[in-house]
């Protein structure tokens, strides 16, 4: 028999204690586990997502541009987002999503924790891999912040998207979680959100009709944006895409011989970058946008934590002087005239080539053009660029029966897309200054340059009735003659034709006659001239006191030219084009108001007189065809504008409600109508117009009457009927006066 020792008894004792302590450990460690998970459900390291967010992700944060008939236009986001339904997404895309993210997801509750701990071995033996299961990414796309950098908050980060992870699949089914993953997951670069987004982007189609090569793609991408981006990286993005299609194998979903030939395939794209501009307005949404950052950084608006306001992000109500049912009448009579025009511009260009002599229109055109940014990003020499936009590809180009695909070089497409006419429109009322119509141009998608405000062009005829309100305001009377013959000052000789000297200022404002408007220019003087179009709100940088600004030798925009117009019928006031009233956060609080400038720059005398002469235009001049072609009979007058080579068609249109503003004319100016019949503003701009302006009174709703312009407050005191006028200033041997006589020579 043994004998017990004092050692034995001591281990004895320490088992014990070092089991009870032991267990001790494990409750509270289960314990604080516990509490620690409690705290995290309960929101103390962080709000966890709700809901209401994942079904709309971020959604309610976009800004919406508002329209004075209380009608959203569109929204500015961060996030190019559309949601799709499980339907709605092809069993090739679920098949590569759960093929390669989470074999397992049908089995499993939200964690895998096979999955968990398999990847733990992996990483302690440097094998560095992922083990988030769909749900968990889809509770990670919930967390605005992203996926978190520190340890730390990664860690509680983790344990937050496994409590969010069995929430989701304790309250939808597996469909819905794989139909809100594909709605939330981020593409990337371009604006790209969601499947729909992503298909349409890169392969313009929707998820429904992805295929297997085409599936695997997208789904390669979720592993890095960038990385495996088909656009930045296609090496990288064509080996993840078939490491895509060999996992759908391993799973059994397409067959060995399927991969093999799938992954034979090159690299196929139909990148289509989606923008803003689907809906009413897209130009003057992306101006209105930049203006808008314009103005807050310019005047410091920020938010109460001191950040600056986000267009995309911040959930902003601007509110528009835009009216949506004059908008569309606008688009509707661009559209209807413009692709009758257009027909007549192919029949010129039919049997000559405009690049024949201009080489670098197209020069321009390629360097200007996406695939060629596309092409240098990824090293492609000039000779690769040369011959890639000389070999025929599938593309989408603009037509006015709406887009078409086809079969083209990219270098056709560009001498295509050249020829196509643009038109912009704008329309205001001069009391108010409030914008009603605002298009900019042709078709956003494929013509992005806004021709309203940003755009410039010559203005040719329409800077006539400036000249003339100078001589007006100077007590010069409409029915005032000057001679109309040739003229020429120092080495110009301005372009024109006669139709009889001496002519009244009226008839020969009527009639666009160019001797006769340089002549009173003459009288009257540049500077003076010059002065007034600056007053008038006209921002033209190569706006010079010369004489050639009486034909319209400078380039304005029709924003400008729209709102200097306004003046003469708001009695000599002109007051800045306002387009938008006012900007409030997402609480309905104002954070920005407009207020326009307004100052006045004419006689009310001399506005009305002409608001007479314009009305003259359209009575008998060169506006005439509004009455007899579009039987328009209400008060109104106008200014046709034709610049040299018919490269630039301009109607500028005045009622006592609306003042309205058509141009019309080629991306390049050397680009033109090579017939002035076809090409002046009063068939290339003119119609639109009308077109236009009868929808608007058509619609009793909009409340615009037919009624006359409003006289002076106190009364006409300028003689407009020229049967009443008796001082004939050229007359006999006065009208063989010189040139030099005239000018004081």
């Given at each position: 028999?043994?004998?017990?020792?004092?050692?034995?008894?001591?281990?004895?004792?320490?088992?014990?204690?070092?089991?009870?302590?032991?267990?001790?450990?494990i409750?509270?460690a289960?314990?604080l586990?516990?509490?620690?998970?409690?705290?995290?459900?309960l929101?103390?390291?962080?709000?966890?997502?709700?809901?209401?967010?994942?079904?709309n992700?971020?959604?309610?944060?976009?800004s919406?541009?508002?329209?004075?008939?209380?009608?959203?236009?569109?929204s500015?986001?961060?996030?190019?987002?559309s949601?799709?339904?499980y339907?709605?997404?092809?069993?090739n895309?679920?098949?590569?999503?759960?093929?390669?993210?989470?074999?397992r997801?049908?089995?499993h509750?939200?964690i895998?924790?096979?999955?968990?701990?398999?990847?733990?071995?992996?990483?302690?033996?440097?094998?560095?891999?992922?083990?988030?299961?769909?749900?968990?990414?889809?509770?990670?796309?919930?967390?605005s912040e992203g996926?978190?950098?520190?340890?730390?908050?990664r860690?509680?980060?983790?344990?937050?998207?496994?409590?969010?992870?069995?929430?989701?699949?304790?309250?939808y089914t597996?469909?819905?979680?794989?139909?809100?993953y594909?709605?939330?997951?981020?593409f990337?670069?371009?604006?790209?959100?969601?499947?729909?987004?992503?298909?349409?982007?890169?392969?313009s189609?929707?998820p429904a009709?992805?295929?297997?090569?085409?599936?695997a793609?997208?789904?390669?991408?979720?592993k890095?944006?960038?990385l495996?981006?088909?656009?930045?990286?296609?090496?990288?993005?064509?080996?993840?895409?078939?490491?895509?299609?060999?996992?759908?194998?391993?799973?059994?979903?397409i067959?060995?011989?399927?991969?093999d030939?799938?992954?034979?395939?090159?690299?196929?794209?139909?990148?289509n970058p989606?923008?803003?501009g689907?809906?009413?307005?897209?130009y003057?949404?992306?101006?209105?946008?930049?203006?808008?950052?314009?103005?807050f950084?310019?005047?410091?608006?920020?938010?109460?934590?001191?950040?600056?306001?986000?267009?995309?992000?911040?959930?902003?109500?601007?509110?528009?002087?835009i009216?949506?049912?004059m908008?569309?009448?606008?688009e509707?009579?661009?559209?209807?005239w413009?692709?009758q025009l257009?027909?007549?511009?192919?029949?010129?260009?039919?049997?000559?080539?405009?690049?024949?002599?201009?080489q670098?229109l197209?020069?321009?055109g390629?360097?200007?053009?996406?695939?060629y940014?596309w092409?240098k990003?990824?090293?492609?020499?000039?000779d690769e660029?040369t011959?890639?936009?000389?070999?025929?590809?599938?593309?989408s180009?603009?037509?006015?029966k709406g887009?078409m695909?086809?079969?083209?070089?990219?270098m056709?497409?560009i001498r295509y897309h050249k020829?196509?006419?643009?038109?912009?429109l704008?329309?205001?009322?001069?009391?108010?200054?409030?914008?009603k119509a605002?298009?900019g141009?042709i078709?956003?998608k494929?013509?992005?340059?806004?021709?309203?405000?940003?755009?410039?062009?010559?203005?040719?005829s329409?800077?006539?009735?400036?000249?003339?309100?100078?001589a007006?305001?100077?007590?010069y009377?409409?029915?005032?003659q000057v001679?109309?013959?040739?003229?020429?000052i120092?080495?110009?000789?301005?372009?024109?034709?006669?139709?009889?000297?001496?002519?009244?200022?009226?008839?020969?404002?009527a009639?666009s006659?160019n001797?006769?408007t340089?002549?009173?220019?003459?009288q009257?003087?540049p500077v003076?001239?010059?002065?007034l179009?600056?007053?008038?709100?006209?921002?033209s940088?190569?706006?010079?006191?010369?004489?050639?600004?009486?034909?319209?030798?400078?380039?304005?925009?029709?924003?400008?030219?729209?709102?200097?117009?306004?003046?003469?019928?708001?009695?000599?006031?002109?007051t800045?084009p306002?387009?938008?009233?006012?900007?409030?956060d997402?609480?309905?609080?104002?954070?920005?108001e407009?207020?326009?400038?307004?100052s006045?720059?004419?006689n009310?005398?001399?506005a009305y007189?002409?608001v007479?002469?314009l009305r003259?235009?359209?009575?008998?001049?060169?506006?005439?065809?509004?009455?007899?072609?579009f039987?328009f009979?209400n008060?109104?007058?106008?200014?046709?504008?034709?610049?040299?080579?018919n490269?630039?068609?301009?109607?500028?249109?005045?009622?006592?409600d609306l003042?309205?503003?058509?141009?019309?004319?080629?991306e390049?100016?050397?680009?033109?109508?090579s017939?002035?019949a076809?090409?002046?503003?009063?068939?290339a701009?003119l119609?639109?117009?009308a077109?236009?302006?009868?929808?608007?009174?058509?619609?009793?709703?909009?409340?615009y009457t037919?009624?006359?312009?409003?006289?002076?407050?106190?009364?006409?005191?300028?003689?407009?009927?020229?049967?009443?006028?008796?001082?004939?200033f050229?007359?006999?041997?006065?009208?063989?006066?010189?040139?030099?006589?005239r000018?004081?020579?």
């Open positions: 028999m043994q004998r017990k020792t004092k050692t034995d008894k001591l281990t004895k004792d320490d088992v014990k204690r070092y089991t009870r302590n032991f267990w001790k450990l409750i509270g289960i314990a586990g516990f509490l620690f998970i409690l705290s995290v459900r929101g103390l390291f962080g709000p966890l997502p709700s809901f209401k967010e994942l079904e992700p971020k959604n309610n944060l976009s919406e541009v508002i329209s004075a008939d209380g009608k959203v236009l569109g500015y986001f961060a996030q190019n987002r949601n799709v339904t339907e709605e997404l092809s069993p895309l679920i098949n590569a999503l759960i093929s390669t993210e989470d074999i997801f049908y089995t509750s939200g895998d924790f096979k999955r968990t701990f398999t990847i733990i071995f992996y990483n302690l033996v440097g094998k560095r891999q992922g083990a988030s299961t769909i749900t968990q990414q889809l509770a990670l796309n919930l967390f996926r978190a950098r520190n340890t730390f908050k860690i509680i980060q983790k344990f937050q998207e496994w409590i969010t992870a069995v929430r989701l699949e304790r309250n597996k469909e819905e979680i794989i139909t809100m594909f709605n939330t997951v981020d990337g670069a371009y604006n790209t959100y969601g499947i729909k987004s992503a298909a349409r982007t890169y392969f189609t929707t009709e992805l295929s297997p090569e085409q599936a793609v997208l789904v390669g991408m979720l890095g944006t960038t495996y981006s088909p656009i930045k990286n296609p090496k990288n993005s064509f080996s993840r895409r078939n490491t895509v299609l060999e996992n759908m194998r391993k799973a059994g979903f067959s060995r011989e399927e991969a030939e799938l992954k034979a395939k090159p690299l196929v794209l139909a990148f989606v923008s803003y689907e809906g009413l307005a897209p003057f949404r992306a101006t209105l946008k930049e203006e808008l950052k314009k103005i950084s310019e005047t410091s608006r920020t938010k109460a934590d001191g950040t600056p306001y986000d267009l995309d992000r911040d959930g902003l109500k601007i509110y528009t002087t009216d949506s049912r908008q569309r009448y606008a509707e009579a661009q559209k209807e413009l692709q257009q027909q007549q511009f192919n029949r010129e260009y039919r049997n000559r080539d405009p690049f024949a002599k201009y670098v197209l020069d321009q390629v360097k200007q053009s996406g695939r940014w092409l990003q990824n090293d492609a020499s000039e660029i011959e890639s936009f000389n070999t025929p590809t599938e593309m180009i603009f037509s006015w887009e695909d086809t079969v083209m070089t990219p056709d497409s020829l196509i006419l643009r038109n912009s704008m329309s205001m009322e001069p009391q108010t200054g409030h914008v605002w298009v141009g078709d956003f494929h013509f992005k340059y806004d021709q309203v405000k940003v755009g410039t062009r010559q203005v040719g329409t800077a006539k009735p400036f000249t003339y309100a100078v007006i305001d100077n007590g009377s409409p029915c005032y001679p109309n013959r040739p003229i020429t120092g080495n110009w000789t301005p372009r024109g034709r006669s139709i009889g000297s001496p002519i009244t200022l009226r008839r020969a404002l009639h006659q001797f006769a340089v002549d009173i220019m003459q009257v003087g003076p001239v010059a002065n179009i600056r007053n008038m709100g006209i921002t940088p190569d706006l010079k006191p010369v004489p050639s600004i009486s034909l319209g030798s400078f380039d304005a925009s029709l924003y400008d030219m729209v709102g200097a117009y306004s003046t003469f019928v708001n009695h000599g006031i002109w800045e306002t387009y938008v009233l006012r900007v409030e997402r609480n309905g609080a104002v954070i920005y407009h207020n326009p400038k307004i006045v720059v004419l009310e005398q001399t007189a002409m007479d002469m003259s235009v359209v009575d008998e001049g060169s506006g005439h065809r509004i009455r007899w072609m039987n009979t008060p109104q007058g106008g200014k046709t504008g034709t610049t040299n080579n490269s630039d068609a301009w109607y500028i249109g005045i009622t006592p003042v309205t503003g058509v141009w019309t004319g080629a390049n100016r050397a680009i033109s109508f017939s002035t076809i090409g002046q503003g009063a068939n701009a119609p639109v117009y077109l236009y302006l009868q929808r608007v009174y058509a619609d009793k709703e909009l409340h037919q009624g006359d312009f409003e006289l002076p407050k106190n009364g006409l005191q300028i003689t407009l009927d020229c049967n009443e006028y008796t001082d004939q050229y007359q006999g041997q006065e009208e063989e006066e010189t040139v030099e006589d000018l004081g020579f």
